[in-house]
C-alpha cells in the first residue's frame, strides 16, 4: 500500500474506533465510515496528500466510495 | 491558541426555542468545532442552548454551524466547508458564464408517510435564463421515498441590473451590516425576525428584498433552487435569489446571500460579487418554488414536510 493510502486508512479508522481494519472493497459511504460531517476534511486530507487542489465541482461520491476507488481516482500514479 | 468560545458565542445569534430543534449529541458539536467537552460547558455557559436527553446534551445543528463559521479559528468544519464551497468565487467569472450540463437527482423522503400517494416536486425552471430540462424522470405515485431525475442545462448571462432604484435598495441592503448565518427554513420565511436579530440568509434577504422591490413599484419575487457542485452531493444548502423585472424589461435575478458571503470568505471575489448582482450564472439552477416554499410534496396527508435532499453532479 502506498504511503499516502495509509494515511487515508489511517484518517478512516481513527474517526471509527469500531473497524479495526479495512477492507478494499468496504463500502465507506454506505458503512457511515465517511459521513458528511468528515466529508470535507476528508477531501482536504486528499489535498494535502496529492499536493494539488480538488475542485469540489468535479467530484462524485463513488470517487470515496471505497478504498480502491479513492486510489484509482486520487492516486493513480502512484498506484501505477 | 485557546478559542475565546464566550466571544464567539455572544456573536453570534442562536435559533429562538420556536423554530429550534436540538438534534445534535455532543460527539458531533465536538467533531464540528474541532473542541473538546470542557470548550462544550465554556459554550453552554456563554448560552448555548441545549437539551439533556438520556445525559447527553444536544444542540440545534444551525447553532453549531454558526459558532464555527465565526470562531475565526481556521480549522471548524463549517470554515473548512464554506472555503472550499466558496473557492469558485475567485476564479475568473467567464467560467461561470458557459454552458453546463448536470445530473440532477433529489430524493424525497416522507418520513411519516400515510400511504401511498403522488409525489410533487417544484422541478428546475431553467428555460427562461437560457438553460434546459431534459431526460426527465419523474417519480410515480408511491410511499416512503421517491427519486426525480433529469438533466439540467445551465448558462450564464451578463445582464446586470439597470434601474437606479433597484440597485440602490440592493446596495442599502448590503451595507445594512446584516450578519450571514445558517437559519432552519422555516424561520427564514419569519424574515422580519430574522432582520431584527440583525441576521440574515439567503431565503430571508430574498423575502425581503423582493418586497422593498414591489413596495418601490417593481414586479419581484423571491424563488428557491439549487446550488450546484455542493461536493457531490455530500452537502446540502438552501439557496433563495430574488427574481425582478427591471426597467428594460427583462428577468433579472439578484443573488444577495452568495454576494454577501463570497464578500466574507473568499478574497479577490468582487467579479462575482457584481455578477451576483442581475446577472445568470452556471452554478445555480431555479426552481418552480417561490422564496420561503418548500421543494417537495407528498399527497399522503402527513403533517411531517417531506424531506428533499439533491445530489447535483456535474457531467464529465
Not at chain 1, 12 to 36: C, F, H, K, Q, T
Not at chain 2, 276 to 299: E, F, Q, R
Not at chain 2, 308 to 314: G, P
Request: aromatic share 8%; charged share 25%; net charge negative.
Amino acid at each position: 500500500m502506498s504511503e499516502p493510502m495509509k494515511s487515508v486508512q489511517q484518517f478512516i479508522l481513527e474517526r471509527n474506533p469500531g473497524l479495526d481494519r479495512l477492507d478494499g472493497d468496504l463500502d465507506l459511504i454506505d458503512s457511515r465510515a465517511i459521513n458528511s460531517l468528515a466529508f470535507v476534511d476528508f477531501i482536504f486530507l486528499l489535498e494535502e496528500l496529492m499536493g494539488e487542489a480538488i475542485d469540489p465541482e468535479e467530484l462524485d461520491l463513488d470517487d470515496f466510495r471505497t478504498l480502491n476507488a479513492i486510489e484509482a481516482r486520487f492516486f493513480k500514479q502512484e498506484a501505477a | 491558541m485557546d478559542t475565546p468560545w464566550e466571544k464567539v458565542a455572544h456573536s453570534i445569534e442562536f435559533v429562538p426555542v420556536k423554530y429550534s430543534s436540538k438534534s445534535q449529541p455532543e460527539s458531533v458539536a465536538q467533531e464540528m468545532l474541532r473542541c473538546g467537552s470542557a470548550e462544550i460547558d465554556r459554550l453552554v455557559a456563554a448560552g448555548l442552548p441545549y437539551e439533556e436527553r438520556s445525559g447527553i446534551r444536544h444542540f440545534d445543528p444551525n447553532d453549531l454551524y454558526n459558532l464555527g463559521m465565526y470562531s475565526n479559528t481556521a480549522k471548524t468544519q463549517p470554515e473548512l466547508t464554506f472555503r472550499m464551497l466558496f473557492r469558485f468565487a475567485g476564479r475568473p467569472v467567464d467560467d461561470l458564464l458557459r454552458t453546463r450540463i448536470w445530473d440532477f437527482q433529489v430524493r424525497l423522503e416522507c418520513a411519516d408517510c400515510a400511504g401511498e400517494a403522488p409525489w410533487r416536486l417544484e422541478e428546475p425552471d431553467i428555460a427562461r435564463f437560457g438553460g434546459s430540462l431534459t431526460d426527465v424522470t419523474a417519480p410515480a405515485p408511491g410511499s416512503g421515498s421517491a427519486t426525480y431525475k433529469a438533466t439540467v442545462t445551465t448558462t450564464g448571462a451578463r445582464t446586470p441590473v439597470l434601474a437606479p432604484v433597484l440597485r440602490r435598495l440592493t446596495s442599502e441592503y448590503l451595507a445594512a451590516g446584516y450578519r450571514w448565518q445558517m437559519i432552519p427554513v422555516p424561520m427564514q420565511a419569519d424574515y422580519a425576525l430574522v432582520h431584527e436579530l440583525g441576521a440574515t440568509s439567503c431565503i430571508a434577504a430574498s423575502l425581503l428584498l423582493a418586497e422593498r422591490f414591489r413596495d418601490a413599484g417593481y414586479r419581484a419575487e423571491a424563488k428557491r433552487g439549487w446550488f450546484c457542485g455542493v461536493v457531490g452531493g455530500a452537502l446540502d444548502l438552501p439557496h433563495a435569489c430574488v427574481e425582478v423585472e427591471d426597467d428594460d424589461g427583462r428577468l433579472k435575478t439578484i443573488d444577495i446571500a452568495k454576494a454577501q458571503l463570497a464578500a466574507r470568505l473568499s478574497a479577490g471575489t468582487g467579479d462575482f460579487q457584481e455578477l451576483c448582482l442581475g446577472s445568470i450564472y452556471n452554478k445555480v439552477i431555479p426552481s418552480t418554488a417561490s422564496g420561503n416554499a418548500a421543494l417537495g410534496h407528498h399527497d399522503c396527508g402527513s403533517q411531517t414536510p417531506v424531506h428533499v435532499r439533491a445530489d447535483i453532479r456535474s457531467v464529465r
